[in-house]
């Protein structure tokens, strides 16, 4: 069996015009505060596509860097600093966070107009509730890459491997509220594979290299891989060991070049939202 790539390169480039033409008209450019206090090596390379895309877009992007001791209390001040700074239209933190940092405690100072990746509590209760807000821009683009390669999601047994806040539950949510059934794998799942392989589409979103191989995936099942994990050599690597599901797999989305432009662009399309809803 031939393995399609479900690329997301084109669907983020089109996303993008429609962002940069959006951000010249609202005047002033929409701004971004990028919060960061970490030394992960995969943020690194993508809080750097960030700032990159911001600039191409007309889009300015400042990165507060905290580093990786900060505490909970100065994480917490400075979200709550830019959220009450009108001249910051969006704010995004950036993860892991330091030892003992919880996501929740802090992104709560994120007030919800600006929270553009739609991490803190609010943003997640909005989205569990069907009601407006800013949805997890990774959650989202597993969503969007599946609707522009015309991946019906309806009635579809979708698996999601991972249920962190900000990809997987988020996602299960996006994914029932397109009307499919949904199955939440985690670290404590007993039976990965057996799960995963009565699945049509299955997502993997757990941040561990190679996690799913062939034998996790159905013959003709829809792959999504999430993951950005360092390789060796330096680069980067998703959840699912791609040489092994190629060839059983309908299709795969590429890591890089799948999931990650799409991300980047509905984030940067967020902060332009949210910028003309503040004006």
Same mark, same amino acid.
């Given at each position: 069996?031939?393995?399609?790539?479900?690329?997301?390169?084109?669907?983020?480039?089109?996303?993008?015009?429609?962002?940069?033409?959006?951000?010249?008209?609202?005047?002033?450019?929409?701004?971004?505060?990028?919060?960061?206090?970490?030394?992960? &090596?995969?943020?690194?390379?993508?809080?750097?596509?960030?700032?990159?895309?911001?600039?191409?877009?007309?889009?300015?992007?400042?990165?507060?860097?905290?580093?990786?001791?900060?505490?909970?209390?100065?994480?917490?001040?400075?979200?709550?600093?830019?959220?009450?700074?009108?001249?910051?239209?969006?704010?995004?933190?950036?993860?892991?966070?330091?030892?003992?940092?919880?996501?929740?405690?802090?992104?709560?100072?994120?007030?919800?107009?600006?929270?553009?990746?739609?991490?803190?509590?609010?943003?997640?209760?909005?989205?569990?509730?069907?009601? &407006?807000?800013?949805? &997890?821009?990774?959650?989202?683009?597993?969503?969007?890459?599946?609707?522009?390669?015309?991946?019906?999601?309806?009635?579809?047994?979708?698996?999601?491997?991972?249920?962190?806040?900000?990809?997987?539950?988020?996602?299960?949510?996006?994914?029932?509220?397109?009307?499919?059934?949904?199955?939440?794998?985690?670290?404590?799942?007993?039976?990965?594979?057996?799960?995963?392989?009565?699945?049509?589409?299955?997502?993997?979103?757990?941040?561990?290299?190679?996690?799913?191989?062939?034998?996790?995936?159905?013959?003709?099942?829809?792959?999504?891989?999430?993951?950005?994990?360092?390789?060796?050599?330096?680069?980067?690597?998703?959840?699912?060991?791609?040489?092994?599901?190629?060839?059983?797999?309908?299709?795969?989305?590429?890591?890089?070049?799948?999931?990650?432009?799409?991300?980047?662009?509905?984030?940067?399309?967020?902060?332009?939202?949210?910028?003309?809803?503040?004006?």
């Amino acid at each position: 069996m031939d393995t399609a790539s479900l690329s997301g390169k084109e669907l983020a480039a089109a996303i993008n015009a429609d962002t940069k033409q959006r951000a010249a008209a609202a005047g002033t450019a929409p701004r971004l505060a990028l919060v960061v206090a970490n030394d992960d &090596p995969a943020s690194a390379w993508y809080v750097n596509s960030l700032r990159k895309a911001a600039e191409r877009l007309g889009i300015a992007c400042d990165r507060i860097d905290l580093g990786a001791d900060a505490s909970a209390e100065q994480i917490r001040a400075e979200l709550s600093a830019r959220s009450a700074d009108a001249a910051v239209d969006a704010i995004m933190l950036q993860t892991p966070l330091p030892a003992g940092v919880v996501l929740d405690d802090v992104s709560s100072a994120i007030v919800a107009t600006k929270d553009v990746d739609g991490v803190s509590p609010l943003s997640l209760g909005l989205l569990a509730s069907g009601l &407006p807000g800013f949805v &997890p821009a990774t959650s989202e683009a597993v969503v969007e890459l599946l609707k522009h390669h015309e991946i019906p999601l309806r009635g579809r047994h979708v698996a999601v491997v991972g249920r962190s806040n900000i990809v997987g539950k988020p996602l299960a949510q996006l994914l029932l509220a397109a009307d499919a059934t949904v199955t939440v794998c985690h670290s404590r799942t007993a039976d990965l594979a057996a799960i995963t392989s009565g699945a049509e589409i299955v997502v993997a979103a757990a941040g561990r290299a190679g996690l799913l191989t062939g034998k996790h995936i159905a013959d003709g099942a829809i792959v999504i891989d999430v993951g950005t994990n360092e390789s060796p050599d330096g680069g980067i690597v998703g959840d699912v060991d791609a040489a092994s599901v190629t060839g059983r797999a309908a299709a795969l989305s590429p890591v890089p070049g799948g999931v990650g432009p799409v991300t980047t662009a509905l984030l940067m399309r967020h902060v332009v939202t949210a910028a003309e809803q503040s004006r």
